[in-house]
Every structure is written in structure tokens, then in C-alpha cells.
């Protein structure tokens, strides 16, 4: 069974500071891995993905995350943060079988931004 | 539609009484999930259609918990004799079939069921 960590709970960030949120993946076999944002009151929304090809995904917003095969990693990172992309972040990954098939999702990371 | 919707959108139930919620997935999208996030939580997976076949129900947390997908569109999750633990949101997904367009997942706003 598949298992996503995802160790910050809560950052705190100010304005125009940069991102990095961690994410770790226990899988024994290739994944599908996703980045979803929640903003407050909202749903979840798609901020990027990867499914194979370059490692180096850019998504929405500014957006981008690495996929580093050994370290089961797939962090998500922004150079400039804003105010408004305070939300809760969330890392999942689903075994890629070419399919849709269920995702395993972490606990997720509350991301505050001050002005 | 343009997006998942799921209705209603908060349930107040009293312990022991059956809930429905209900998920309208875009149209032509075959894959459908629902999914369970408590406070706090990441969302967790509770079954998955196919169509109108459940291909995966290992996530249901007991037997009061049971959905259909009649028609293989409109998904409907039962919870029968709700008690506390219950309490949580419900998201359902939808997807089209791989292959057919860009993968992914579009998440409804949920359910928010309270259970008192």
C-alpha cells in the first residue's frame, strides 16, 4: 500500500519570501503525483502533476515541484510567495497503471502568508 | 456541468439516522471516487466506480457505508445509522477515461456532514 508524508503542518511565510513544502512517497512501484491546493471555503484544485517524461513539473500560480525518483520525493516549491496562496497544501500519489485509480493523500501543510 | 457537484453541501444528522449524499460528476467522465476527510485530515479514499461497476469499495469503513452508481453517472453514498465518527467531509472525484484526455481528477466542494 502506498503512503505520502508530508512533514511541515504549518508554515508561516511573509510575502515575497520563497516555498519549499516537503513531500515523501512510499510506493514499491511507479506513481502518478499530484500537488492540490484548498483554499479557504473552497475545493480541491489541481496545482500540478506528473505522470512521467521531466521530473521538473510546472503547474499553476507559479508553481513547480521535482520529482527525485531516490529520495521518493516530490516537493513543491514557489520562489515568491503571495498572499493569496495562503491555503492548505496537499501531496498524493496514485500507482500509475495507466488508469484512473485511487489516490493516497498526506495530511497536508497549512500554508499562511503575512503581508 | 462544468465542475462536480455535490449536494448537500452540510448535513446535520442525529446519531442513528440514515444519510445520502449525492455526487453529479461532469459529464462523460467514467471514473468517479468518494473520498472521506476528517478535521485536519487528508482526504481518504472510500470506493471507486467504473462506469456503474464499483471496482473498489476496500475503503468503506464499515458496513453502515454503501454507494451505487445506477446509471453511471450520478453516484450516491448511504451512511446508515450514523454515529460520531462519522462526522467528516465527503468529496467525490471525477475523471475521464485515460487515454481519452488529460489525466487528472476534478474534486467536488464536498459534503460536510456533522453528526450530533
Known amino acids: 500500500a502506498q503512503s505520502v508524508s508530508q512533514h511541515n503542518h504549518h508554515v508561516i511565510l511573509s510575502e515575497a519570501a520563497s516555498l519549499e513544502l516537503g513531500c515523501n512517497y512510499s510506493y514499491g512501484g511507479t506513481v502518478n503525483l499530484f500537488w492540490y491546493v484548498q483554499y479557504p471555503g473552497q475545493h480541491l484544485q489541481l496545482l500540478l502533476k506528473y505522470f512521467s517524461g521531466d521530473p521538473l513539473v510546472k503547474g499553476i500560480k507559479g508553481f513547480e515541484a521535482e520529482f527525485i525518483k531516490s529520495k521518493f520525493s516530490f516537493n513543491l516549491r514557489k520562489p515568491s510567495v503571495q498572499w493569496s496562496d495562503t491555503a492548505e497544501y496537499f501531496c498524493a500519489v496514485s500507482p500509475n497503471t495507466g488508469t484512473a485509480s485511487k489516490l493516497t493523500f498526506g495530511t497536508g501543510t497549512r500554508l499562511q502568508v503575512t503581508l | 456541468g462544468a465542475g462536480v457537484s455535490q449536494s448537500p453541501r452540510y448535513k446535520v444528522a442525529k446519531r442513528g439516522q440514515d444519510v445520502a449524499l449525492r455526487c453529479d460528476p461532469i459529464s462523460g467522465h467514467v471514473s468517479l471516487f468518494w473520498y472521506q476527510q476528517a478535521l485536519g485530515q487528508g482526504p481518504e479514499f472510500l470506493t471507486y466506480f467504473q462506469n456503474e461497476a464499483q471496482l473498489d469499495k476496500s475503503g468503506l469503513p464499515s458496513d453502515r457505508f454503501f454507494a451505487e452508481r445506477p446509471e453511471g453517472s450520478v453516484s450516491t453514498l448511504k451512511i446508515q445509522r450514523t454515529q460520531q465518527e462519522d462526522s467528516a467531509v465527503y468529496l467525490c472525484?471525477?475523471?475521464?477515461?485515460w487515454g481519452q484526455g488529460d489525466p487528472g481528477y476534478t474534486f467536488g466542494s464536498g459534503t460536510r456532514l456533522t453528526v450530533v
Open positions: 472525484a471525477s475523471s475521464l477515461e
